[in-house]
């Protein structure tokens, strides 16, 4: 059967019907509303209360909007300030070290005990030198205070002691 059909052209009017048929479909069907003139005058009308709640929420939102940038700004400075401020510390501890080696290289031990012997021309104290008191342990002394006379100042003086 293949072999025989070999030689046959295609009949192209088969498909030209068709095409003609489709063309006809589109013309019929025709999507163009017409409208008078007095619907094509009439404007939708907008709700104002619809309107005036649509203009609230902008404002609101833009408001929002508008302070949450506003604190971001306020917060980026303020972290600013704690950097700022952090290496000011910093370089205060740096100092403070500095002069705190500075001290201790110029009053050491050492240097206090080298400038007493060869500029004051002191000499450390031998143990005979030292003497040593012991005090009694019941030994106490009291100091009596004077009476003025005033009675008043007198039961004053009594009820505070009481309450103290």
């Known amino acids: ?17 068709n095409a003609g048929k489709k063309a006809e479909n589109a013309k019929s069907k025709n999507n163009i509303i017409k409208l008078t003139d007095e619907q094509l005058k009439r404007k939708r009308k907008h709700n104002p209360v619809l309107m005036i709640a649509f203009i ?10 508008g302070a949450m940038i506003r604190g971001q700004v306020q917060l980026t400075e303020l972290n600013q300030k704690i950097i700022s401020k952090s290496d000011e510390l910093e370089e205060a501890k740096s100092m403070y070290t500095q002069m705190q080696m500075k ?9 206090i005990q ?51």
């Open 1 to 17: 059967m293949s072999s025989t059909n070999k030689n046959l052209a295609y009949d192209l009017s088969l498909f030209e019907e």
């Open 56 to 65: 609230i929420v902008g404002i609101a939102v833009t408001t929002v909007v």
């Open 103 to 111: 001290v201790d290289a110029k009053f050491s031990a050492e240097f």
């Open 114 to 164: 080298n400038y007493a012997v060869t500029e004051l021309k002191m000499v450390r104290a031998d143990d005979f030198q030292k003497t040593y008191i012991k005090l009694a342990q019941g030994d106490k002394a009291e100091i009596l205070k004077q009476d003025e006379g005033n009675i008043i100042k007198s039961l004053v003086d009594a009820i505070s002691d009481l309450w103290s």
